[in-house]
């Protein structure tokens, strides 16, 4: 069967593909081989492993209908400010929070609640726990992932982070 191992993460959450029953699907069909179109993005994908984001990467993502959660501690939060439009839930929050029901999770996080199908992007101050949080995500089945690897340091290069007043 073909299938889609050996592709990076970035060619996953571009077109869409998830794991299901029977192999893997683009959430309409099977993909089959010889799509043309499809050989053709996965030939220009690089195919790195991690689902890292770069600032640039992560800055077009947020144009559109990205969840960034930022999973470094509350206190962090505070004296170093975050990612504008980020959600704080504490790397030790992240596996009970992504199984909360949807009204629990709006109560505590005062968002809603993502969807497994849902983009999610990861953040911390330099990389090391978004990855964690990426790898708990995928673990509990979330199929579109990827973190900033550069965290809040990376971005506080390019521009200011959001503090509270």
Request: with cysteine.
């Amino acid at each position: 069967m073909w299938g889609c191992r050996g592709l990076s993460c970035a060619a996953r959450v571009l077109l869409g593909v998830t794991r299901a029953a029977g192999g893997w699907t683009s959430g309409r069909r099977p993909l089959q081989p010889g799509l043309r179109t499809v050989n053709v993005i996965f030939r220009n994908l690089d195919t790195a492993a991690d689902c890292s984001l770069s600032y640039k990467e992560l800055k077009g993502l947020l144009k559109f209908q990205t969840t960034l959660i930022d999973v470094r501690e509350k206190w962090e939060i505070g004296e170093f400010g975050k990612i504008p439009g980020s959600i704080n839930i504490p790397l030790g929050e992240v596996v009970e929070a992504l199984q909360m029901n949807p009204k629990d999770f709006k109560e505590r996080y005062n968002q809603d609640m993502p969807a497994k199908s849902d983009h999610l992007v990861f953040s911390c101050m330099a990389g090391v726990r978004s990855k964690k949080a990426l790898d708990i995500a995928m673990s509990l089945g979330f199929s579109r992932v990827q973190h900033y690897a550069g965290g809040l340091e990376e971005w506080a290069k390019y521009e200011p982070p959001e503090k509270k007043q």
